[in-house]
Each structure stands twice: as C-alpha cells, then as structure tokens.
C-alpha cells in the first residue's frame, strides 16, 4: 500500500502569511496527487488535483507542485477564510485510494 | 447545481447492520466512478470503497471486505452501502463523494472527489 505522510501535523500562521504544506509518498505516484480542505463540521473541499491543477472556483492564493514521491501546497497569503486542515490524497493505485493524515492550519 | 445528500445513519449495537443511500442530482451519475469515504470522530480521512459507471467493479479498503457492500441505482441516481457485522471501529462521518479519473491510454491513473455529501454520522455502540 502507498502512505502518504504530510509535514507539519500543524502549522501557526498569521494572515498574510506564505504557508507551504508538504505531503510524501512512500513511492511513487507520478503527478497523481490531490489536496482538499476540511474546516470544522463541513465536508472536505477539493482544492487541487493532479498535483498542480486549481480546482474550478479555487482562489488563485491556493498552489499546488510536485510529482514522484515529493509534493507541496502553497498558500501565497492566508486568508481568514483559510484556517482549517488540509488533506493529501493519492490515486496512482486507483482504485486503491489513501489520505494523508491532515495539516492542521491554526491562527497564530 | 450538483449535489449529494446522504442518508441511513444512526446508533446501531455492534455485529448489527445499517444501509447507507446518496441521492445525487444535478449531473449525470451514471458517467461517474462513485466513492464511500469516511472519517472516525476526530480523526483524518479514510477512504472506504468505489463503484464503477455500469456497477460492474466494486473495490473496498482492507478493513470492510466483506462486511461491507456498495452499490448503486442510476436509474434511482442513487449510491448505497450496506454495512454488515459493523463494529466500534466503523464509527465515523459516512460521505459520498464524486470521483473524477484522469484516464491515460484507456488506464485510470488520477482520480480525486468533487463533490462530497454533507455526511451521516454512523455510531456503533451498545
């Protein structure tokens, strides 16, 4: 099975910040890579896909790269809508699909 | 405007059962691959099973084959899942989700959920 483990668990920043998020596969996933935001009592929210593709209706602040084993989220200047955790997600073994296990987001 | 809503959660005594249903609308359901994932109070999020298009390939996480069924209806435009023999460790917010594939060379490679039910909350407790 591919694990995906994401760096920092949690992360404190204040609005305005550059915050980079990052998310390792134990092998390789070529770009097959997502990453949703979760905030409290609300379903995730698909943010990229394919590791760098902005969902349709995803403020451009939000910024995806990578490929192979190595990826990154990039938020270019918090917004307090922000605050919340985000997920990695692979499907390189689809159907086979695994989550990271979130980064938590707080306000500093 | 797409969306799914779930249904069918509740309080059920361990080894007992419960059946989860997912009205989509607002899309065409019988062209998408669709997913059950689900997230243990607290925790992160775990991905339970998927169905393709026609229903023909059915695929679960290790920790529910064979207790776990899923299915669909695309007449009805409805996703199931019928869960067996639950246990305290499936007690979780139940969501379905879309499931976008990025097909190469008629090989599925990509695939990501857009968008997600608004959950069920499942509980297995006596």
């Known amino acids: 099975d591919i694990q995906m483990t994401q760096s920092p668990s949690s992360v404190s920043a204040s609005v305005g910040d550059r915050v980079t998020i990052t998310c390792r596969a134990s092998?390789?996933?070529?770009?097959?890579l997502a990453w949703y935001q979760q905030k409290p009592g609300k379903a995730p929210k698909l943010l990229i896909y394919?590791?760098?593709s902005l969902q349709s209706g995803v403020p451009s602040r939000f910024s995806g790269s990578g490929s192979g084993t190595d990826f990154t989220l990039t938020i270019s200047s918090l917004q307090p809508e922000d605050f919340a955790t985000y997920y990695c997600q692979q499907a390189n073994s689809f159907p086979l699909i695994t989550f990271g296990q979130g980064t938590r987001l707080e306000i500093k | 405007e797409v969306q799914l809503v779930e249904s069918g959660g509740g309080l059920v005594q361990p080894g007992g059962s419960l059946r989860l249903s997912c009205a989509a609308s607002g899309f065409t359901f019988s062209s998408y691959w669709m997913s059950w994932v689900r997230q243990a109070p607290g925790k992160g999020l775990e991905w339970v099973a998927n169905i393709k298009q026609d229903g023909s390939e059915k695929y679960y996480v290790d920790s529910v084959k064979g207790r776990f069924t899923i299915s669909r209806d695309n007449a009805k435009n409805s996703l199931y899942l019928q869960m067996n023999s639950l246990r305290a460790e499936d007690t979780a917010v139940y969501y379905c989700a879309r499931t976008g594939i990025t097909m190469v060379q008629g090989v599925i490679y990509g695939a990501w959920f857009d968008p997600w039910g608004q959950g069920t909350l499942v509980t297995v407790s006596s």
């Open positions: 092998q390789g996933i070529s770009s097959w």
């Open positions: 394919a590791a760098s």
